[in-house]
């Protein structure tokens, strides 16, 4: 099993949920979710999850579970499955 790690620079109570864009090396994300109690990490958790097509247990918060800067392990697939985002 391959492991890998993601930046995310989230925006909790935005508009929607969505996975936004890069910038440099860091992915932006948007969820609903308030920052309070971890519903903006368990939304961006989930939401991630949905994007790349892997179970949500794969995605572990490793870096700023009180940040909006964080760095996600993924623990499934390949690191080039992240080019997905890059074509929408």
Not at 54 to 65: C, F, H, N, R, Y
């Amino acid at each position: 099993m391959s492991q890998w790690y993601l930046k995310v620079r989230l925006t909790p109570r935005a508009g929607r949920n969505e996975v936004e864009s890069w910038d440099g090396e860091t992915l932006r994300v948007r969820v609903t979710a308030p920052p309070a109690e971890g519903q903006a990490n368990k939304a961006c958790r989930e939401l991630l999850s949905k994007a790349l097509d892997i179970p949500k247990s794969a995605i572990v918060l490793v870096q700023g579970a009180h940040s909006r800067d964080k760095v996600f392990r993924i623990e499934q697939g390949e690191p080039d499955i992240v080019g997905r985002f890059r074509r929408q």
